[in-house]
């Protein structure tokens, strides 16, 4: 089944999410590409495992939805996202048997390094959502990115690097590795594994209602009512950036970009996209400005596209009202 960002609870459980079989092994794969490594090593347990897997890429994502529909393999969630914060956001501390990363992107690249996702953060943050005993496993063909990963893990302070000569046979039907495997490369193969219990870093990276509401518990749309200035009827509009929210639970802040404006043929009014940027979270939302009986306008968060509800969200409501402030806007209420 495929995922939106807003389908999930943060934290989410695997209770919601495979409520025929929550007590199933709960596995996460990175960059499943076309999705052939999943039903592989499905394959080699009793009963199918529990299978998040995320993906950056959207054709990715159709492909693998297919070919996992086709195996049967109902207990599956397939979401695009980067995973730093769908394992942050949405997996809770100490709940996954294993993380896989198969064949990951290289970025081969001097002065490249810092987008590969085997970094020393990413580790930290694997512990914290790793059960006892659940580890990180790598296969790739890279020997240069292997190195780099273990010299990260260890670097860590929290992972054990275990090499072991032979990937899960599933890791050696991907794509990728056929690939590899064609050019006659020999993949090399890590276990991760935790040193610590992940309640041991929970504070690092907290799932609090503080940083990132559970989307049941999100109270109001985030809005505003104003007056706008009798000739208000802006003909241009030059691109809008603010920042803020930086907190101790949330350290990258927010950045939101107001886009566009756009008049409404339908209603007395106006819709803007804003680009809201949250660390490696990334979402595009509408905030319509509507006009009300009383002949003031309500600023508004649009459902369109199910946005999740971020400290950043919100805030691109508070910087379109900033900047109708900006054009002579009286602001008479802010629920955001
Ligand atoms: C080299 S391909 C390997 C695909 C597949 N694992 C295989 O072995 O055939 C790397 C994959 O990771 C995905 N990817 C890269 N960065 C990612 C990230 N931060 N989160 C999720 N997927 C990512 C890419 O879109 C790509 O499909």
């Known amino acids: 089944m495929i995922f939106n960002f807003s389908d999930f609870h943060f934290p989410d459980r695997p209770v919601r999410l495979y409520p025929d079989t929550p007590e199933h092994p709960w596995i996460l794969e990175v960059g499943f590409g076309d999705g052939r490594f999943w039903p592989h090593f499905a394959a080699s347990f009793p009963e199918a495992p529990n299978y998040l897997g995320v993906e950056i890429s959207g054709t990715s994502l159709l492909k693998a939805e297919r070919r996992l ?16 914060p769908l394992i942050r956001e949405v997996v809770p501390p100490g709940a996954l048997d294993a993380i896989v990363v198969n064949f990951p992107d290289p970025w081969p690249k ?3 390094e810092e987008h590969r996702l085997l970094r020393v953060p990413f580790f930290r943050l694997a512990a914290s959502r790793l059960k006892p005993g659940g580890a990180v496993l790598l296969t790739t063909d890279h020997e240069e990115y292997f190195e780099f990963a273990c010299r990260e893990a260890e670097a860590s302070g929290v992972m054990a690097v275990h090499l072991t000569k032979s990937p899960p046979p599933a890791a050696l039907e991907t794509k990728y590795a056929r690939k590899w495997r064609d050019l006659g490369l020999d993949p090399r193969h890590a276990r991760f594994v935790p040193t610590l219990p992940a309640s041991a870093l929970a504070s690092e990276f907290p799932t609090t209602a503080a940083r990132f509401p559970d989307s049941e518990d999100v109270p109001a749309v985030p809005h505003a009512i104003l007056t706008l200035p009798a000739d208000f009827a802006p003909t241009a509009f030059a691109k809008h950036t603010a920042r803020g929210g930086v907190t101790r639970d949330n350290p990258d802040g927010w950045t939101v970009v107001l886009l566009d404006l756009y008049a409404s043929l339908g209603k007395d009014g106006w819709v803007a996209l804003a680009h809201v940027v949250e660390g490696e979270l990334t979402q595009e939302v509408l905030v319509g400005i509507t006009a009300r009986e009383d ?9 369109f596209g199910g946005p999740v509800v971020t400290p950043g969200v919100k805030a691109a409501v508070g ?14 209420h802010r629920g955001y």
Do not use: D
């Open 110 to 112: 001097a002065g490249h």
């Open 319 to 332: 910087v379109l009202t900033g900047w109708l402030e900006g054009q002579g806007a009286r602001v008479t």
């Open 69 to 84: 529909r086709a195996a049967g393999l109902g207990n599956a969630v397939l979401t695009r996202l980067p995973a730093t």
């Open 295 to 303: 002949g003031s306008h309500l600023v508004r968060l649009s459902r």
